[in-house]
T-cell receptor, first 115, second 113 residues
């Protein structure tokens, strides 16, 4: 079946630094990838949608200059949290859509802790 | 935009009994309704989905029903087992795949042995 991987699974960084999270579709080409954020015991909140080769579309309230998304190929999207602050600490999860299908396959998530 | 409400937030059932989780949505244009199971510290896993042109779908112990008129859909798990314990999320989408999903707030399902 379709597999989505994320790297790293956990990262701890200092306030003010930047962190890059990778999302890869391992056995299919993902025309669209989505980034979500999930705070403890809460639901997943969509941050942005990215299509290969074009700029990401951000949800209302999500700062595009803080959360940089690059979808450079059909199997890789990256999320960079710039100038991270403790309030950015969260579980970041990507999902990928295969071709014209409706299924979204989720990655295992990345736990970001900003100290 | 879309708003998805999910109930209950916590559900405890005896092993072997059935569990039902209900969701309502607000956007009549929504046409795709997946259900995900999330275990602690992991990403969500798709367990079943339904499209707006179908009223019911079943896969072994799991079934989903959709009432488009009332804008609600439900997850039914029969013969529950300890490994069914997890957080379950319903979601809705209207973009035919192009849009991200709007999730409900989740239901923590606890299966009592």
């Amino acid at each position: 079946g379709a597999v989505v991987s994320q790297h790293p699974s956990r990262v701890i960084c200092k306030s003010g630094t930047s962190v890059k999270i990778e999302c890869r579709s391992l056995d299919f080409q993902a025309t669209t990838m989505f980034w979500y954020r999930q705070f403890p015991k809460q639901s997943l909140m969509l941050m942005a949608t990215s299509n290969e080769g074009s700029k990401a579309t951000y949800e209302q309230g999500v700062e595009k200059d803080k959360f940089l998304i690059n979808h450079a190929s059909l199997t890789l999207s990256t999320l960079t949290v710039t100038s991270a602050h403790p309030e950015d600490s969260s579980f970041y999860i990507c999902s990928a859509r295969e071709g014209g299908g409706e299924h979204r396959y989720f990655g295992p998530g990345t736990r970001l802790t900003v100290t | 935009g879309e708003n998805v409400e999910q109930h209950p937030s916590t559900l405890s059932v005896q092993e072997g009994d059935s569990a039902v989780i209900k969701c309502t949505y607000s956007d009549s244009a929504s046409n795709y309704f997946p259900w995900y199971k999330q275990e602690l510290g992991k990403g969500p896993q798709l367990i079943i989905d339904i499209r707006s042109n179908v009223g019911e779908k079943k896969d072994q112990r799991i079934a989903v029903t959709l009432n488009k008129t009332a804008k609600h859909f439900s997850l039914h798990i029969t013969e529950t087992q300890p490994e069914d314990s997890a957080v379950y999320f319903c979601a809705a989408s209207s973009g035919g795949g192009a849009d991200g999903l709007t999730f409900g707030k989740g239901t923590h399902l606890i299966i009592q042995p």
